[in-house]
């Protein structure tokens, strides 16, 4: 919490999470995770399914208020409130896309832009008179962005005729426009196509130029370790390592925890029983030779690289529905936030309207 960084080093922690906790009656999804991020990093969080992930990334935002623990954001508490985070500096995207599927892709963009605009929301979308002005700028802005992710063909597109994978790269365009210091993606590759994933990675390569700093979630594992500083990998609501890529990817507890238990109805089971007849497999093959003692660890280490991030592409399209719903359902929990940035097919009415001021900027 403080500010004062020891100047030998240069690194400005942006995102300090300490001992964050989240129950949910008598589950624990999260168990007291620290976590930073600095400025100019790319962090990655894995871990299996129901590990905690994303709930970790609800209690960074404000949508989950945490039970235990805090989340700054360049020295100051954040609000426990997802607007108020992202005034504060902190966007997101989610694991299952949000967008106002009934809006245009540009209009899209201009919701993310209002958090930064005096007209708010409102204004913006319906143009008032006295606006004009501003709402130039943020429409300049907005193309701009749409640029940046290769989408300002289809400014006038609605976005529920996006393909999915586009749908992603404009869920990432709203975020920035909330001109972020530091962006959550929960699975931004989710669905994605491998030629489609290759442009995700250049796209966050990017982002971290613009001097953002990157905190994502995903299951690609040769898309994490590519990408990512450093990486921490969650399991069952802790943290079980942090470190490089090389650090995390030769770990064998990480290895482990993919392919060790599947949790009860989790969606990677079938994965799991994939790799369990692999490894048998290769256990058999070695029993026939004479170093039987390396099998498994040797097995795990070449049934991981292939099952994974087949099974992230070979997903084809919103094939992270049911992980989703699964997800977001319960979510009676928190009443907190769910209002605030939750689009829906109808139009953007609820709770979205922030201090719609009449204050006249352009005359
Ligand atoms: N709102 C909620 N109410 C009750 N349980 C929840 C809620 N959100 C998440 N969980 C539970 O927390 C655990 C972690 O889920 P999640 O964070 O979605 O995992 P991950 O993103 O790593 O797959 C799961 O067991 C999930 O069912
Ligand atoms: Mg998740």
Redesign the pocket.
């Known amino acids: 919490m403080t500010t004062t960084d020891t100047t030998t080093t240069t690194k400005t922690t942006v995102l300090e999470a300490s001992g964050v906790t ?1 129950r ?2 008598g ?1 624990t ?2 168990k007291g995770v620290d976590l930073k991020v600095n400025a100019g990093e790319i962090v990655g969080l894995i ?12 209690c960074l935002t404000g949508l ?1 208020v945490p039970t235990e623990g805090t989340v700054s954001y360049k020295g100051t508490v954040l609000p426990p409130t997802p607007h108020k985070v992202t005034a504060a500096g902190v966007a997101r995207t989610f ?1 299952n896309i949000r967008l106002f599927h009934n809006m245009t892709v540009l209009e899209n963009v201009l919701v993310g832009r209002h958090t930064r605009t005096k007209e708010g929301l409102w204004s913006a979308l319906l143009r008032g008179p006295g606006f004009k002005k501003a709402e130039a700028a943020s429409e300049a802005r907005a193309m701009e962005l749409l640029q940046f992710i290769g989408l300002e063909n289809k400014a006038q597109h609605l976005a529920k005729n996006l393909p999915y994978g586009e749908q992603r790269k404009l869920e990432i365009a709203r975020a920035l426009a909330s001109d972020p210091g530091l962006i959550l993606l ?1 699975e931004p590759t989710a669905g994605m196509n491998p030629q489609e994933t290759r442009a995700a990675e250049e796209l966050i390569f990017a982002i971290r130029d613009m001097g953002i700093a990157v905190l994502v ?1 995903e299951h690609d594992m040769r898309f994490i370790f590519n990408l990512c500083d450093r990486v921490a990998c ?1 399991v069952q ?1 802790e943290k079980l390592i942090e470190g490089t890529a090389s650090e995390v990817q030769g770990d064998e507890r990480v290895i482990a925890a993919y392919l060790g238990e599947p ?1 009860e109805g989790d969606p990677g089971a079938a994965e799991a029983a994939a790799v369990e007849a692999a490894e048998q497999n290769a256990a058999e093959a070695a029993e026939a030779e004479p170093a039987p003692a390396a099998t498994e660890a040797e097995a795990a280490a070449e049934a991981e690289p292939e099952t994974a991030p087949a099974a992230a592409e070979a997903e084809p399209e919103p094939a992270t529905t049911e ?1 989703d719903t ?9 009443p907190a936030a769910e209002a605030t940035t939750e689009p829906d097919d109808t139009t953007p009415g609820t709770g979205t309207t922030s201090t719609t001021s009449t204050e006249g900027e352009a005359k």
């Open positions: 989240m949910f009656g589950l999804a999260v871990g299996p399914n129901g590990a905690g992930k994303t709930t970790f990334f609800n989950y694991q929960d979630i969650l609501g949790f992980a699964a997800e977001e359902t319960p979510a009676t929990e928190t």
